[in-house]
């Protein structure tokens, strides 16, 4: 068992029970013990002065692909698990589209006991929705379950057939767990590798349209509407999903759905000079469909900020825009982006922030965590909002580099990761950014 911590006199912010103030957090057995003025240390307890930090509920990141089994030159599941603690995220869920996918019980507690054994960010196994991700069979959900999946997703690829979503539905809805979905129409969408626009034509490159991601989007929550189950929409990106969205929630739809901060900040501009850093699905849209997504971010018609944490090796990235992967990193940079870009830009407050990358997260998923509550689970993030810094990708703890974000200077990092009540990272403030104990290993 840990010893005690007591974090003294941070900036406490947790949604979940409108709480802001300057207090102190005493973490012990592995969860929240207590929240107040000048609390007493108990004996063998580790005082640590956060004055000026803030504190918070762990980022939890709900699309995170750690590429193992299979892609074990991209990412491993600890390699993500440590970049994830360096980018302040307590808990990840891992997508399935791994090689082989994880589609039975014993992949889903490979990853899982990976995750253990990694000692970084917890890891949740997704599930794959159909055998092999085929789009044909539906996989064993029950058992699945049992064997810690959190949730079911195709991603990297849509479930194509609506009888096949539609009894992922009607099935996952007796256990709670939503179906995540990568709404895109591969009748539409194919032979494109970027926002079908100005941009494109000008590059010459076929482009995608936003009817792609729409036409599912409608899809889904006609099926989500009839079924009764829960439905999870990964990184929408267009103007008219995110109004679709906002209609079904009015309707009573149970729905949630994620945007990742690539798609609130940068438009498809970024590709200018055939950037394959910035080719990403969905891709990036125009101005108007950013504008979109943030104002559906800020009225709660999205519900929380995802990474979509897709790491590729260089020699991919290097290979002609039409044949390069889609996919960049996210986990270590989406924080100082957020705080940079929507705090610093109005958009957000700090605590409407957290609520984004914590405590809506968590209850999308039914997760632990998402609150610093007494008896919730020890698991907080520490950051400095005026911290300034510039992204170097030859510093991050993945094993990929692939940023449109190299060299953008950004205001806002973590300082401390704490998981289970143990400090797993720490920010010794050297530019070198120690990895701090993560070594450490903390119950689950």
């Not at 929630?249 to 901060?261: I, L, Q, S, W, Y």
Request: hydrophobic letters at 40%; aromatic letters at 4%.
């Amino acid at each position: 068992m840990s010893r005690p911590i007591l974090l003294r006199g941070g900036r406490v912010v947790d949604p979940a029970q409108g709480l802001d103030a300057v207090l102190d957090v005493l973490l012990a057995g592995g969860v929240v013990a207590r929240i107040g003025h000048q609390l007493e240390a108990p004996e063998g307890c580790e005082v640590r002065s956060v004055d000026g930090l803030v504190v918070c509920p762990g980022l939890i990141d709900l699309h995170v692909h750690l590429r193992e089994p299979g892609g074990e030159h991209k990412e491993t599941i600890a390699t993500g698990s440590k970049a994830a603690l360096a980018g302040g995220f307590t808990a990840v869920c891992a997508m399935p589209n791994t090689d082989p996918p994880v589609d039975d019980p014993a992949s889903v507690g490979y990853v899982r006991a990976a995750g253990l054994r990694a000692g970084g960010a917890r890891v949740y196994p997704m599930g794959a929705v159909s055998v092999g991700q085929q789009g044909e069979r539906l996989t064993e959900i029950g058992e699945m379950i049992e064997a810690g999946a959190v949730g079911f997703t195709d991603d990297g690829r849509p479930v194509a057939d609506a009888e096949l979503m539609r009894l992922a539905l009607e099935y996952t809805k007796a256990f709670g767990v939503p179906v995540a979905d990568h709404c895109e129409d591969h009748s539409l969408a194919r032979g494109g590798c970027m926002n079908e626009g100005l941009v494109s034509t000008r590059l010459g490159l076929v482009g995608i349209p936003n009817a792609a991601e729409d036409v599912m989007i409608a899809r889904d929550l006609l099926l989500a509407e009839l079924t009764g189950g829960r439905l999870h929409l990964q990184h929408v990106s267009t103007r008219r999903g995110v109004a679709m969205i906002r209609e079904a929630k009015e309707r009573g739809v149970d729905v949630t759905a994620e945007v990742t901060p690539h798609h609130l900040v940068l438009t498809d501009a970024a590709v200018d000079g055939y950037n394959t850093n910035a080719k990403v699905n969905p891709p990036l849209r125009g101005p108007e469909d950013v504008a979109a997504v943030r104002e559906g971010l800020v009225d709660g018609t999205l519900d929380c900020i995802a990474s979509d944490h897709a790491p590729h090796h260089y020699d991919e990235k290097e290979a002609a825009f039409d044949d390069a992967p889609f996919g960049l990193v996210g986990l270590e940079t989406s924080l100082g982006i957020c705080l940079t870009e929507l705090v610093g830009g109005g958009l957000l407050t700090i605590p409407e922030l957290v609520a984004r990358m914590s405590h809506r997260p968590a209850a999308a998923f039914g997760l632990p965590g998402g609150t610093l509550a007494p008896g919730s689970l020890a698991d907080v993030t520490v950051f400095d909002p005026s911290e300034e810094w510039v992204v170097d990708p030859a510093r991050f703890r993945s094993k990929s580099r692939n940023t449109p974000f190299g060299g953008r200077r950004l205001r806002g990092r973590a300082k401390m990761t704490i998981v289970g009540g143990v400090v797993v990272y720490e920010d010794d403030g050297r530019r070198g950014d120690a990895p701090g104990r993560t070594e450490a290993t903390y119950a689950r």
